[in-house]
């Protein structure tokens, strides 16, 4: 019996502990990775420093022991753990390897339920488009899947912020309604919580720009008369009076005023780059339709 328990390699009768493959398997390769010490080139002709060559292992072998672990060990979970380390690693140097292994993982959480830690993911996945990769489409649409999946776990707050980072996105790439309806729909949640409402004004100051940015000011003023009713403190802030104004000067075709008006504001609220971009937008529509009737 001895005799032929030697002759078996370790894997054959020895069953690896929880995530030992996958970190033996990473190890050794950073291990590895560590004796490169020149610049190499790789078959896409993408030039790699040693640090970006040693993540790229790393991530590769992590991938391979998450494989172990779904056909050879019958162990999904750690799987997707694992896979959660590739996108760590991959995130160094091959974003879009990170994004495809963080995907995987992050439908295995969902399948299993745990939606909390899918939205965590997701998070990560989105930043990955919006920042490293520079994909504004599918960020926004990886913010809002997060959101949704935060908000069906109860986790108000937490659902609320990446909402609010999907309106941004929206609002920069033009679909001004889309951004209106999340700046509204946080706004509406806010109002009666104690921790949130003090930032109600200034979603809908953003909610407001975005509408005076779809050239429809009957809306425009539609949503602040609403606005007023969902948050009576509204009427009497300065974020509610810059918009009133805005829209004032914008009916009058009055660049100048329009411009005025910001300066006054800006003294006193800082406008931040979104504002700034979009106000910027609006004041140039006004000079076109300026043009327009000239």
Same mark, same amino acid.
């Given at each position: 019996?001895?005799?032929?328990?030697?002759s078996?390699?370790?894997?054959?009768?020895?069953?690896?502990?929880?995530?030992?493959?996958?970190?033996?398997?990473?190890?050794?390769?950073?291990?590895?990775?560590?004796?490169?010490?020149?610049?190499?080139?790789?078959?896409?002709?993408?030039?790699?420093?040693?640090?970006?060559?040693?993540?790229?292992?790393?991530?590769?072998?992590?991938e391979?022991?998450?494989?172990?672990?779904?056909?050879?060990?019958?162990?999904?979970?750690?799987?997707?753990?694992?896979l959660?380390?590739?996108?760590?690693?991959?995130?160094?140097?091959?974003?879009?390897d990170?994004?495809?292994?963080?995907?995987?993982?992050?439908?295995h959480?969902?399948?299993?339920?745990?939606?909390?830690?899918? /939205?965590?993911?997701?998070?990560?996945?989105?930043?990955?488009?919006?920042?490293?990769l520079?994909?504004?489409?599918?960020?926004l649409?990886a913010?809002?899947?997060?959101?949704?999946?935060?908000?069906?776990?109860?986790?108000?707050?937490?659902?609320?912020?990446?909402?609010?980072?999907?309106?941004?996105?929206?609002?920069?790439?033009?679909?001004?309604?889309?951004?209106?309806?999340?700046?509204?729909?946080?706004?509406?949640?806010?109002?009666?919580?104690?921790?949130?409402?003090?930032?109600?004004?200034?979603?809908?100051?953003? /909610?407001?720009?975005?509408?005076?940015?779809?050239?429809?000011?009957?809306?425009?003023?539609r949503?602040?008369?609403?606005?007023?009713?969902?948050?009576?403190?509204?009427?009497?802030?300065?974020?509610?009076?810059?918009?009133?104004?805005?829209?004032?000067?914008?009916?009058?075709?009055?660049?100048?005023?329009?411009?005025?008006k910001?300066?006054?504001?800006?003294?006193?609220?800082?406008?931040?780059?979104?504002?700034?971009?979009?106000?910027?937008?609006?004041?140039?529509?006004?000079?076109?339709?300026?043009?327009?009737?000239?």
């Amino acid at each position: 019996m001895l005799g032929i328990r030697r002759s078996l390699t370790p894997m054959t009768y020895i069953r690896p502990t929880k995530r030992s493959a996958a970190h033996l398997v990473a190890s050794a390769s950073l291990v590895e990775g560590q004796r490169s010490t020149r610049m190499q080139l790789i078959s896409t002709h993408k030039l790699r420093t040693p640090s970006e060559c040693r993540s790229r292992e790393a991530g590769l072998a992590f991938e391979k022991a998450a494989s172990i672990q779904t056909q050879n060990l019958n162990e999904p979970d750690d799987a997707a753990n694992t896979l959660t380390e590739a996108f760590k690693v991959y995130r160094k140097s091959d974003p879009e390897d990170a994004a495809r292994v963080l995907s995987s993982a992050i439908q295995h959480y969902v399948l299993k339920g745990n939606l909390r830690r899918a /939205a965590t993911q997701q998070q990560h996945l989105a930043e990955v488009y919006e920042v490293e990769l520079g994909d504004t489409k599918k960020a926004l649409e990886a913010y809002e899947k997060a959101a949704e999946w935060f908000d069906g776990d109860n986790a108000e707050a937490l659902a609320n912020k990446h909402y609010l980072k999907a309106a941004d996105l929206a609002a920069l790439e033009g679909d001004y309604y889309k951004a209106i309806e999340h700046y509204e729909r946080i706004g509406r949640s806010s109002i009666n919580n104690n921790l949130m409402k003090w930032s109600v004004k200034d979603y809908f100051l953003k /909610a407001g720009i975005c509408h005076l940015a779809t050239n429809d000011l009957v809306a425009a003023n539609r949503a602040l008369e609403n606005y007023r009713d969902i948050d009576t403190t509204f009427a009497s802030t300065r974020e509610h009076q810059l918009l009133v104004d805005l829209v004032q000067t914008i009916e009058a075709g009055d660049q100048e005023a329009f411009a005025d008006k910001l300066f006054q504001f800006d003294q006193l609220s800082k406008l931040d780059k979104w504002k700034t971009t979009l106000l910027l937008r609006i004041k140039n529509s006004i000079e076109e339709q300026g043009e327009d009737f000239s």
